[in-house]
């Protein structure tokens, strides 16, 4: 079973948070975490000020969250139950909600407000926390949070693992498949990639689960999704509607994070070389491919000479 790691004051859990119901139960409630942001194949650095251009980029969900999504799915399909989506930004983040909708969520809800702006992961996952408790008092406790491992944005992989500890959610990260969930044992089985291979990890209900991408392909919405998503309304909940007293632990205020500067890495002038392996075997192509490594660093040959006779 996964370890909980202890609270300390810097990570506080909500002072409002619901008790997540640990009894049995037949059928599900998951909540998944989705964010909106700027599609990464047209983000542009401005050359003077060093900051991302957002202005004219189209917005996506971030294809991480994509994944976790479908695995909710997958999971309501299974045990029954609904399929809550959470969002953090601003009023235009409504396009990402719709979108949820039509691939079959059954609630949206947008955590906007301008107590949110600048924040950063820290501030993020407090903010994103409380909602998931008015959630849980809203519409019944979660029995999984779902994320995405991070986002193309960011790229820290923090949020996750951040509300996790918030609401004392057993955190199981970088998953890649759920092998099995018992409902009256209140426990659940999933496989977890690490560095050394594939581990298989069993733990208790409820729990946060961030899923690794290229694990499943998300579904095409009915008609009928499409069409519920069309004019169902989108919660819109500012920082009182999910409870937040604290509002120093949002924003600006509530982020200890600075980015000093954005830049796009200058590209170099020498140009990559092409070796020919028309005709030749493998051997060949790997002598090539070595003594052009010797050829364009010298030193390198003599070093390894060096090492050798020692």
């Given at each position: 079973?996964p370890?909980?790691?202890?609270t300390?004051s810097?990570?506080?859990?909500?002072?409002r948070?619901s008790?997540f119901?640990?009894?049995?139960?037949?059928?599900?409630h998951i909540?998944v975490?989705?964010?909106?942001?700027p599609d990464?194949?047209q983000?542009r650095?401005?050359p003077?000020?060093?900051?991302?251009?957002?202005q004219?980029?189209?917005t996506?969900i971030?294809?991480y969250d994509?994944?976790a999504?479908e695995e909710?799915?997958k999971v309501?399909d299974c045990?029954?139950?609904?399929?809550t989506?959470?969002?953090?930004?601003?009023?235009?983040?409504e396009q990402a909600?719709?979108k949820a909708?039509?691939?079959?969520?059954?609630?949206a809800?947008?955590?906007t407000?301008?107590h949110f702006a600048?924040s950063?992961?820290?501030?993020?996952?407090?903010a994103?926390?409380?909602a998931?408790?008015?959630?849980?008092?809203?519409?019944?406790?979660?029995?999984?949070?779902?994320?995405?491992?991070?986002?193309?944005?960011?790229d820290?992989?923090q949020v996750?693992?951040g509300?996790?500890?918030?609401?004392d959610l057993?955190?199981?990260?970088?998953?890649?498949?759920i092998?099995?969930i018992?409902?009256?044992?209140?426990?659940?089985t999933?496989e977890?990639?690490?560095?050394?291979?594939?581990?298989?990890?069993?733990?208790?209900?409820?729990?946060l689960i961030?899923?690794l991408?290229?694990v499943?392909t998300?579904?095409?919405?009915?008609?009928d999704?499409?069409l519920r998503?069309?004019?169902?309304?989108?919660?819109?909940?500012s920082?009182?509607?999910?409870?937040?007293?604290?509002?120093a632990?949002?924003?600006?205020?509530g982020?200890?994070t600075?980015v000093k500067?954005?830049?796009a890495?200058?590209?170099?002038?020498q140009?990559?070389?092409q070796i020919d392996?028309?005709d030749?075997t493998v051997g060949h192509?790997?002598?090539?491919?070595?003594a052009?490594?010797?050829?364009?660093q010298p030193?390198l040959e003599?070093?390894?000479?060096?090492?050798g006779?020692?």
């Amino acid at each position: 079973m996964p370890n909980v790691v202890g609270t300390n004051s810097a990570w506080s859990k909500p002072k409002r948070q619901s008790t997540f119901d640990r009894e049995p139960k037949t059928i599900m409630h998951i909540v998944v975490c989705i964010k909106q942001v700027p599609d990464s194949a047209q983000i542009r650095v401005h050359p003077i000020t060093n900051t991302i251009m957002r202005q004219g980029v189209p917005t996506i969900i971030n294809p991480y969250d994509l994944f976790a999504l479908e695995e909710a799915f997958k999971v309501r399909d299974c045990h029954g139950g609904a399929v809550t989506v959470l969002t953090m930004g601003p009023p235009m983040a409504e396009q990402a909600m719709r979108k949820a909708l039509t691939y079959g969520a059954d609630r949206a809800i947008l955590l906007t407000d301008r107590h949110f702006a600048g924040s950063d992961t820290l501030a993020t996952s407090f903010a994103i926390s409380q909602a998931i408790a008015k959630i849980g008092d809203s519409f019944g406790a979660p029995d999984i949070v779902f994320t995405g491992k991070q986002t193309i944005d960011g790229d820290t992989a923090q949020v996750g693992p951040g509300i996790a500890k918030r609401l004392d959610l057993q955190q199981l990260t970088y998953i890649t498949k759920i092998a099995s969930i018992d409902l009256h044992a209140r426990e659940i089985t999933v496989e977890r990639r690490s560095e050394g291979g594939t581990q298989m990890l069993k733990s208790k209900l409820p729990c946060l689960i961030t899923m690794l991408e290229g694990v499943n392909t998300i579904r095409r919405g009915s008609l009928d999704d499409a069409l519920r998503a069309a004019r169902s309304p989108i919660l819109k909940w500012s920082a009182a509607d999910a409870g937040i007293e604290e509002l120093a632990n949002c924003g600006l205020r509530g982020s200890p994070t600075v980015v000093k500067r954005v830049f796009a890495p200058t590209p170099r002038a020498q140009k990559a070389t092409q070796i020919d392996t028309t005709d030749k075997t493998v051997g060949h192509v790997a002598d090539e491919v070595v003594a052009s490594i010797f050829t364009n660093q010298p030193a390198l040959e003599g070093e390894l000479s060096s090492d050798g006779s020692a």
